[in-house]
């Protein structure tokens, strides 16, 4: 690694007692050459997060800097950079320290300039704030994709000043790709406006938590519609809108009974970045000449065989060539990454946060960065895409799982990928054999001894990398309406990628993923179909594109499905006890295809069926007498109706049956 220089300089506290009291009107302004950027871009007073400034300017690695404005507040160490145009500031913040507007000093020994900088007073019960649950469902949106305002942001930015809410105005940096919605990788026009205006929606459909992909400033050339390649980390796409607006989103959906889950990128960033120019130290990122591409092994870490050039590849080597790899080994570059995590939070209000691509940061800087926002809020909840099919494998990314090496990721809540891919494969295969169909589901649950908090584990069957489930399960309703039963029914904390809910297909014609993430039917004025309103649902058919003749009933059965779960504490928190059957053909044992379940607790019970066959299906209770005996009285969680669960009952062809009761 290539060395740092980390020099430190200690500003005695005691000379600003000797100086006169600071006049601000007698300190020119900082012009743009001498001071960039600050980052973070405002503090707030009561945090247990240490404040360490990035600032930039021309040749600023050779100056002062102190902190004017009150008292309370006083910068405490200088750190040089290895490139001069940077200083990392240590800011000290007392707790008798008044909130409001207070100044960076920058001196040469001889001249001095000044710069704002906002200390806010931070909102009563912030540290106590509630995360997502088991009680949650959440609803994964692309805001590009899901619904615009109107036009007035579909034009390239060609870059501007716009106030961001700190002290000076943020200089936005030209965003040259188009909105073109014939084309699937250009921008659609989608917005966080367009967001707010179908938060309702989102509400209505049983949702109580919504996820949106990144919203943070993406001015690569091309397909920067996703947000994934970051090219600011403390703005908001103005193509999207602007930090308050953000903010306001925020609000609106809390409102309307909604948390908010920011989506965030550690890993990487973009190559439009503006550090990548000029990066505060040369290994700010990761440098491979050649080209390193990533090799997606996370067995790295836990195997005790793995090379060490193996495990370099792994955390070292690019995502993609548009995505430079962060080095999170620097201490500066953590440091960075855990108070913009805090920041967000803070500043927007935020209820959870989802981390991108997981297990390609370097483990143990990200187990120290998941303690940092812990310690900060502790009931924060973290998820982390953790892409794996190894279950023992997916384990270690969770929090106290007893690793052998003793690492301990600090990462709260991950994603159940075996569970997802179990799901759609089980509902795709109709003639079995013994370890397929519902076996599959089955025998994932089976491991969930493995796992140190099963509560904690993010269920979902597609999001945004995934083909769309409608191709996957053959455009078929039924299969569909298992997929959003199972989702419902089983432990962990739900996702429901939007448009799943009525079925949406990739649009025809293209082989990309941009041709997955589709436009919200209704989300733009002018649409010829409106799967937003009750009476557009009702009035779809099939187009060109897409057939919509069944997004009406599905939509029904999800809001049914999520309405009831909001209300079923069973469901959130009870235990699972589970049923497979099976059938002998010429000696041969196969899966009937079919899975039963119970969700159970002390006082309550739902019972759930899974026909996954496409004959009728009469349940033999009696299976079922060691949880309960004789026949049990009950209602059907989708009609609403009383139900009788005995012998003989009958479950039609690709249906579930849903039922919950007394103990």
């Known amino acids: ?139 994964l949106i692309m805001p590009d994709r899901f619904a615009s305002s109107g036009p007035g942001n579909d034009e390239a930015w060609p870059g501007g000043i716009y106030d961001d809410g700190s002290a000076v105005p943020w200089v936005v940096p030209v965003t040259p790709d188009r909105v073109d919605r014939d084309d699937p990788v250009a921008r659609h026009g989608g917005d966080i406006q367009g967001i707010i205006d179908h938060l309702d929606y989102v509400a209505d459909l049983g949702a109580t938590a919504l996820w949106s992909t990144p919203l943070l400033l993406d001015n690569q050339p091309r397909e920067s519609y996703h947000g994934y390649a970051c090219g600011d980390y403390y703005h908001i796409d103005p193509r999207f809108g602007d930090n308050a607006l953000y903010r306001k989103m925020v609000d609106e959906a809390h409102g309307k009974g909604l948390k908010v889950i920011m989506d965030i990128v550690t890993n990487h960033c973009g190559t439009a970045h503006w550090w990548m120019d000029n990066p505060p ?49 620097n201490p500066y570059v953590l440091r960075y990454f855990q108070q913009w995590a805090v920041w967000w939070i803070e500043y927007a209000g935020l209820d959870g946060l989802r981390v991108d691509t997981y297990p390609y940061n370097e483990p143990e800087p990200m187990a120290e960065w998941c303690k940092a926002v812990r310690r900060e809020y502790p ?38 990928f075996p569970l997802q891919r179990a799901i759609l494969s089980a509902l795709c295969e109709d003639q079995v054999w013994w370890d397929e169909g519902m076996t599959r589901v089955y025998s994932v649950l089976a491991q969930d001894f493995a796992y140190k908090d099963l509560s904690n584990l993010m269920i979902f069957f597609a999001n945004h990398d995934h083909a769309r489930t409608g191709d996957v399960l053959r455009h078929d309703p039924s299969r569909m309406k298992l997929a959003l039963a199972l989702l419902a029914t089983l432990r962990g904390i739900p996702q429901l990628y939007y448009g799943d809910e009525m079925m949406f297909c990739e649009r025809p014609g293209f082989n990309h993923d941009g041709s997955k993430r589709i436009d919200f039917p209704g989300g733009w004025e002018g649409d010829a179909v409106d799967l937003f309103s009750e009476d557009g649902r009702a009035a779809a058919g099939r187009t060109p594109e897409a057939d919509y003749t069944s997004a009406a009933g599905l939509h029904d059965y999800a809001r049914a499905l999520f309405t009831w779960r909001r209300a079923a504490p069973v469901i959130h928190h009870g235990r699972t006890l589970h049923f497979l059957s099976r059938k002998n053909v010429d000696a041969v ?9 119970f969700r159970y607790d002390d006082t309550d019970a739902v019972f759930v069926y899974i026909n996954n066959t496409d004959e009728d299906r009469a ?4 299976h079922y007498d060691e949880f309960v005996s004789g026949p049990v009285n009950g209602r059907d969680v989708i009609s609403g109706e009383q139900v009788t669960l005995s012998d003989g009952l009958v479950v039609e062809p690709r249906s579930a049956l849903i039922v919950e009761f007394k103990r």
């Open 1 to 139: 690694m290539i060395r740092r220089v980390m020099m430190a300089t200690a500003v005695a506290a005691g000379l600003a007692g000797c100086q006169a009291a600071f006049d601000p009107e007698t300190v020119p302004d900082a012009t743009r050459a001498e001071v960039t950027r600050v980052e973070p871009l405002s503090w707030w007073t009561g945090m247990k997060t240490p404040l360490q400034l990035m600032v930039q300017g021309e040749g600023i690695g050779t100056k002062e800097i102190r902190m004017e404005g009150g008292k309370g507040v006083s910068v405490r160490n200088l750190h040089k950079a290895e490139n001069p145009d940077y200083l990392f500031v240590d800011v000290e913040i007392d707790a008798n320290a008044k909130p409001g507007e207070y100044y960076l000093v920058v001196s040469d020994g001889t001249n001095e300039v000044k710069y704002p900088y906002l200390i806010r007073e931070r909102e009563k019960g912030s540290a106590d704030r509630k995360s997502f649950t088991p009680a949650d469902m959440i609803y």
């Open 281 to 329: 130290f040369a290994d700010w990122y990761h440098v491979t000449k050649p080209y390193m591409q990533m090799n997606a092994l996370f067995s790295v870490y836990m195997d005790p065989h793995a090379s060490v050039k193996d495990r370099e590849r792994q955390q070292s080597g690019w995502f993609v060539p548009s995505m430079p790899d962060m080095n999170l080994d």
């Open 379 to 416: 009931g924060m909840n973290i998820v982390g895409e953790c892409w794996d099919m190894n279950i023992p494998q997916l384990a270690y990314w969770q929090a106290g799982n007893p690793n052998p090496n003793g690492f301990d990721s600090n990462l709260p809540c991950i994603m159940d």
């Open 589 to 597: 044992n196969y899966t009937d295809n079919t899975y039963a379940y």
């Open 619 to 622: 349940l033999d209770w009696s």
